[in-house]
Each structure stands twice: as structure tokens, then as C-alpha cells.
């Protein structure tokens, strides 16, 4: 997929969405389906209409429902090692600093991340090196901090592994302080939640599902944007340039 039409992204047939609806790789193929190695992400995009009806599956384990903006990314991508060394990587939340994406307002690529550190716990101020496999699979909430280039102040994140098995990782990160922009509250705790679905493919391949939920009232009309923060983190995790194809959103 070199790009995505916003005209295509929410839909609105009722039709459609039940044909369409998202699907992670929970013992049924997901939906949408994975790029081959080496191509840009499926992408799909579902509003608040279309999010009214939907129940997300108990995999998802969102019980409280979903944002009124829905992004998910599917692809494959080439990786040796096992679920031990992705986890090393995610875990290495200093790493994030850096990550680029494409503004659809300035029409360039942008530094997202430009502060990322461990935390000891939900505390901003209490900083420690980034996580490894051996502590991530202990089953408990981990914390991180963030600054991004678009709003104010830290953002604190939790991080939870989920399910972790020599082929299959399930992660989810969701922030757990306000997001601002000046005194301006953008987003609310929990209300930017990011879920990853990883599963081996081969010997030398993984699978990734990826999905973004964003609870905002302005979320679909900024839906270019999101894909493009949600493609950063992708790309990211999956050991490519994040500013190395092209923008998947303009």
C-alpha cells in the first residue's frame, strides 16, 4: 500500500463495516490482513459511527470499550530472533526518542518523540535504565515517560505484556496522565491506547498487528495525523527507518 485515500477511511455503510470489521489475529485471520515483508502496512480506519456497534473480542480485553477513532496496521517484517529479543527491543523505551513521522499540517517529516525514559513507577521524576524480556514477562505494569513535539509537558505511559509465548506477544500501552497542549487537556488518562499483536510467521518473520484507539472529539478529523503517529511506532518496532517510505497519510 504506497498511500491511503481519506475518503476511503471511515465508512459508513453498515454493510461494509460487518464485512470490515477490525479483526486481531486472535485464532481467526485478522482484518485487515498482513503486508508481505517489505511492504507499507495494510491500513484500515474506523470513526464513531462506524465504532457504535462494534464489540471488541475478549482478546482485546478493552471492556470498557473503544475511542471514537479506530487505526490499525498489519505487516510482516523480517526478525531472527524470538519473542525474548522483541520484547528487548519494545522494552527499549529510551529508543523511541528520535521517531519521525509525517505532518500532514506541515507537510514534512518530524521528530515525534524528542524525550523517552523508564520509570520505577507512574512517577515522572523517577527515572531507571529501559526494560528487558526477563522483567516485562513478569505479568506487571510498567511505566514510561514521553514528550512529543506536539503537545506540553510529560506524558506518562503504562506498558502491560499481556500474553507472552515463544511465537506470540500481545502488548498494550495507554497513557495514564493528561495530555496537554498548553492548559489545554487534548486527551484524558487512558484515552490514547496503543495495542500490539506480534506473531511469528516463519523462521524468519514475524507478524504485527498493530491497533491505535484516540477518544477525542476531534480525533476523525484528524485522522491523516493519527495514522501517520500510529505508522511511527509501527515502523519503529519493526527495526525499519521511520521516516524511510512513504508518508501513509497526507
Avoid at 120 to 135: L, Q, V
Avoid at 199 to 219: E, H
Wanted: include cysteine.
Amino acid at each position: 500500500m504506497k498511500g491511503i485515500a481519506l475518503a476511503l477511511l471511515l465508512a459508513s455503510s453498515s454493510g461494509a463495516l460487518a464485512q470490515d470489521a477490525p479483526q486481531p489475529p486472535c485464532g481467526r485471520p485478522p482484518q485487515p490482513y498482513y503486508a508481505e515483508i517489505g511492504e507499507q502496512p495494510n491500513v484500515q480506519v474506523w470513526g464513531k459511527s462506524s465504532l457504535a456497534w462494534w464489540t471488541p473480542p475478549p482478546c482485546i480485553g478493552w471492556t470498557d470499550g473503544v475511542g471514537n477513532l479506530l487505526v490499525a496496521l498489519a505487516g510482516t517484517f523480517h526478525f531472527a530472533g524470538g519473542a525474548d529479543k522483541l520484547l528487548d527491543r519494545i522494552g527499549a523505551v529510551s529508543t523511541l526518542r528520535g521517531i519521525r513521522y509525517w505532518s500532514v499540517t506541515d507537510k514534512e517529516w518530524r521528530v515525534l518523540v524528542t524525550e523517552a525514559a523508564g520509570l520505577d513507577g507512574p512517577d515522572s521524576k523517577d527515572r531507571r535504565p529501559d526494560f528487558g524480556a526477563s522483567e516485562m514477562k513478569l505479568g506487571r505494569d510498567l511505566f514510561f515517560v514521553q514528550r512529543d513535539s506536539r503537545t506540553t509537558g510529560e506524558i506518562v505511559y503504562k506498558m502491560s505484556v499481556r500474553e507472552a509465548g515463544a511465537d506470540h506477544l500481545v502488548v498494550e500501552m495507554k497513557n495514564v496522565t493528561p495530555v496537554r497542549q498548553f492548559v489545554v487537556t487534548l486527551f484524558g488518562p487512558g484515552e490514547i491506547r496503543f495495542l500490539y499483536f506480534l506473531d511469528r510467521r516463519g523462521a524468519r518473520a514475524w507478524g504485527i498487528f498493530a491497533l491505535l484507539s484516540v477518544n477525542s472529539s476531534f480525533a476523525e478529523s484528524n485522522a491523516a495525523s493519527f495514522i501517520n503517529r500510529a505508522a511511527a511506532f509501527y515502523r519503529h518496532f519493526t527495526g525499519v527507518p521511520t521516516d524511510g517510505a512513504p508518508p501513509l497519510a497526507r
